[in-house]
């Protein structure tokens, strides 16, 4: 009896786990075959690479806004397959690059033949006067290119005025001046400046890259500086040297640089941009002459590497004067001594 | 404060320099229009607490001769269609730029100002015509810069769409 009673129970559990079990399938099948397809995908490496291609786009733009590490973790990859492009074929990225490289590189080279050509024809004006001949004195006295003192002497000008200009709007982004004299409405010069910029260029240009770089009106010359979304109008009064325009390109350079959000995402609220004001004014350059000295100063706290150049200069100056009253004097003993002992 | 830059579009002589001398501020010549074909202007409004400074580009008309330069509409956050109420064609000419400024521009805040309105009896374009403009989406407003009839309000409601 008691052995078909424990038959009975084990033949009882072993169809109650049977049941059991149907019932389990019958429940999370759904959810096993779901996680089938799951591990499945996992497996197969195309089908996770066609999974993760449907957010990747996206999954960027997210992490991009959310911090820089991706941009960091990129780098490395992005500047090997640069160099790797380069050693396989140079010829396949000078062609990308060319057409924003050719215009700097233009740019760049006609800049400086016309610095020279400015100091070249400053320099033959002047050889042959008695001012040149001074000046000639002076370059050898103080061991500096003739062409370096003629443009010490001659250059004459001021930065009045420097205007940020958002590129597609035309709006003012910021506004310095030197003083105070002749400031129009800085929002209608600003557009009316743009308007004039894009007229030359509808006009004029042969190519969409050019741009207009300079205009002059009698005394004053403005001096435009495109960056990629803004530019930088300089109101200068007389006549600029060519390195001005280095100084001008910095400023731009670092605006954009601090600003690129802001420029991008610029809505008609220039607010921001005041903490740029620092590079526009560093750009109100004034040098002048007097009689007796030349020297150059800025109106801004921050003195420039070219005043500071020339205070050295001065000092310079000032220690061979010094060396000369030296030798006057000594020279005056000397024949004070040969007196005294012819008298004697 | 926020500046926008809004432009003033239309046929020859309709009236669109008149109609903004009297009401913003202005330091460039008439000249700027036959020379370059633009002349920018200033317009200050309050928009509730909001103030705005609207930088007018004031367009040199178009005709048979002189077409609108898309150059100068490059960034405006809004325009205004200035038509003469008693030159039916200037509604055509209007209509035409406006797909200009579309496609320049896409689709930003615009109005459409039937101007010279003190000039009783001298209609050429009707009710009716208007009525139908109004149905098809249009947001018209009556000007005159003799009596200064709906000028501030046409920029202020051009201003309320544009920070809206």
Known sequence: MSDSNIKSTGDNISESEKELEDLRRLLIRPEQEEIAQILERMDIPDIRAEEVSRVLAEAIVIRAKRDDRLALALLPTV??????????DPKFLADAIFPIMGPAIRKAISEAIQAMMQSFNEAVQHTFTLQGMKWRIESIRTGRPFAEIVLL???????????????????????????????????????????IQDFVNDSFSAEGTQALQSLNVGELTIWIEQGSKSVLAAVIRGNPPQELRSVLQKALESIEFEQNEALYAFQGDSSSFE?????????????????????????????????????????????????????????????????????? | MIQKKICML?????????????????????????TIGVKVDKKLVKVGEQELSLILWDIAGEDGYHVIRSSYLRGASGYLLVVDKTRRNTLDVALEVNVKAQEALGNVP???????????????????????????????????????????EAFIKLATRMIG
């Open chain 1, 79 to 88: 500047e090997k397959v640069i160099r790797d492009s380069v050693k396989k």
């Open chain 1, 153 to 195: 002497h001659t250059l004459i000008y001021q930065v009045e005025q420097v205007f940020l200009i958002h590129k597609e709007t035309g709006l003012v982004l910021l506004h310095a001046a030197s003083g105070q004299e002749n400031i129009q409405d800085t929002g209608m010069v600003s557009g009316m400046l743009t308007a």
């Open chain 1, 275 to 344: 903490s740029s004001r620092h590079h526009l004014v560093a750009c109100l350059v004034k040098a002048q002459r007097d009689k007796k000295e030349k020297k150059t100063e800025k109106t801004s706290q921050k003195q420039p590497v070219k005043t500071k150049k020339k205070e050295k200069d001065k000092e310079k100056k000032t220690g061979l004067d010094l060396k000369w009253l030296l030798v006057a004097v000594g020279v005056v003993c000397m024949l004070l001594i040969v007196a005294g002992i012819i008298l004697s």
């Open chain 2, 10 to 34: 239309g046929s020859f002589a309709v009236g669109k320099t008149s109609l903004v001398q009297r009401f913003v501020q202005n330091i460039f010549s008439e000249k700027y229009h036959t």
């Open chain 2, 110 to 152: 615009h109005l459409l100002l039937l101007n010279k309105w003190d000039l009783d009896g001298k209609w050429d374009i009707d009710e009716a015509t208007i009525g139908e403009l109004i149905k098809n989406g249009w947001d018209v407003v009556k000007t005159s810069a003799k009596t200064g009839l709906g000028v501030e």
